[in-house]
């Protein structure tokens, strides 16, 4: 099973999440500051982490940054707050989810379950790289190119950016994407694909020309196609 470092100030919250974890089958360590828990993850390399926004020495924004510099490792955020704002700087610095308190344990480990899922099948399965155009994308080594030129993308948006390569003129729900790459259903909220697919072409406009086309299919969801493609 995995290794799962929960970094929380808040003892009763991290004791919790601790038996959850332990109950199934997971091997827990709890940091109790920002400081700390760099500290813990640099030494110890879980498999995923638990960070909580509001720590004494280091916020969970200040972390998760460290975290990105060394690491695709999965991060999910959990706050007091609620705030759009707060959670669309989560998922720009990386994070992979993001939970409000206050929260059941289940839908954390849920949402665990999913990302630990999918850095499974990165391991496992065959290599899983995408070409549309001049556009590549690589899972293996989480990489991203347009023309040659490498494109910086979080874990997230890099696996959203796959799958909509890997189909071309396939449209995705937002559903569909939820449930694929989040890994979950009842727990999603279609506004956080709409964030990623936001900040995607954000990330890919300064590249032109460009062969291909991310487009919205409205009420309906998005797809990826070659530019001339009338499917």
């Not at 727990?187 to 590249?207: C, M, N, Q, W, Y």
Request: proline share 4%.
């Amino acid at each position: 099973m995995a290794n799962i470092l929960i970094a929380d100030d808040n003892r009763q919250i991290a004791s919790v999440l601790e038996e959850y974890l332990k109950k199934e089958g997971h091997t827990a360590f709890v940091a109790s500051d920002g400081q700390e828990a760099v500290e813990m993850f640099r030494k110890l390399r879980p498999d995923a982490v638990l960070l909580d926004v509001m720590m004494p020495r280091m916020d969970g924004f200040a972390v998760c940054r460290e975290i990105r510099r060394e690491s695709p490792v999965p991060v999910i955020m959990v706050t007091a707050r609620g705030e759009d704002f707060e959670r669309i700087m989560g998922l720009d610095i990386g994070a992979d989810d993001y939970i409000v308190k206050p929260f059941s344990p289940g839908e954390v480990m849920a949402r665990l379950r999913a990302v630990l899922r999918r850095m499974d099948r990165g391991i496992a399965g065959a290599r899983q790289a995408a070409a549309l155009g001049n556009l590549e994308v690589d899972l293996d080594t989480y990489g991203a190119r347009v023309g040659g030129q490498e494109v910086a993308l979080t874990r997230r948006e890099l696996e959203l950016l796959y799958t909509l390569s890997a189909h071309p003129g396939k449209v995705f729900s937002r559903e569909n994407l939820l449930e694929s790459l989040w890994g979950y259903e009842y727990f999603g909220d279609s506004r956080t694909v709409d964030s990623h697919i936001k900040r995607l072409r954000a990330k890919l406009e300064p590249f032109s020309p460009r062969g291909w086309e991310l487009k919205t299919i409205w009420g309906v969801g998005y797809k990826m196609e070659a530019k001339g493609d009338e499917r």
